[in-house]
């Protein structure tokens, strides 16, 4: 019975290694994947866009993405101290003081124009603002 049952547990961990690592060979070998990139470059496939704040405004006021492409914000802070904030999607970095940066994701998997902004003060106000269009 105790045989029986290490055997089974042993036959499924097993099975569950193989289904693993099958899954794993698969996305491997993604073709637009570079032979000589790894696993790490995989999980950040798609686009990382850099945005730059300074008091009081962004490098940029518009961003275009394709619906359900992987968008990562790579959000740079030179002056003060500032956020980005995606207005209805869930996705904010903190407030961040000068010479920081921080990468958040942001989701695109429902198209539409979204509004950005810092959430510091009135900076929004003073023109930290810009929109995120998914299409
Ligand atoms: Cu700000």
């Known amino acids: 019975m105790k045989k029986t049952l290490l055997f089974v547990a042993v036959a499924g961990l097993a099975l569950g290694g193989y289904l693993l690592f099958s899954q794993t060979q698969r996305k491997s070998?993604?073709?637009?994947?570079?032979?000589?990139?790894?696993?790490?470059?995989?999980?950040?496939?798609?686009?990382?866009?850099?945005?730059?704040?300074?008091?009081?405004?962004?490098?940029?006021?518009?961003?275009?993405?394709?619906?359900?492409?992987?968008?990562?914000?790579?959000?740079?802070?030179t002056e003060g101290k500032h956020n980005i904030v995606f207005e209805g999607l869930n996705a904010q970095t903190d407030v961040i003081g000068e010479g920081?940066?921080?990468?958040?994701?942001?989701?695109?998997?429902?198209?539409?124009?979204?509004?950005?902004?810092?959430?510091?003060?009135?900076?929004?106000?003073?023109g930290m603002e810009g929109k995120l269009i998914v299409e």
Not at 35 to 49: D, E, F, N, W
Not at 106 to 114: E, M, Q
């Open 29 to 77: 070998s993604s073709p637009a994947t570079p032979p000589t990139r790894m696993s790490v470059q995989t999980s950040t496939q798609g686009k990382v866009i850099t945005v730059s704040a300074v008091n009081f405004s962004y490098d940029k006021q518009e961003i275009r993405i394709k619906k359900g492409e992987k968008l990562t914000i790579h959000f740079v802070n």
């Open 100 to 126: 920081q940066t921080q990468d958040i994701d942001v989701p695109t998997d429902t198209a539409g124009t979204f509004a950005y902004f810092c959430s510091v003060g009135n900076h929004r106000k003073m």
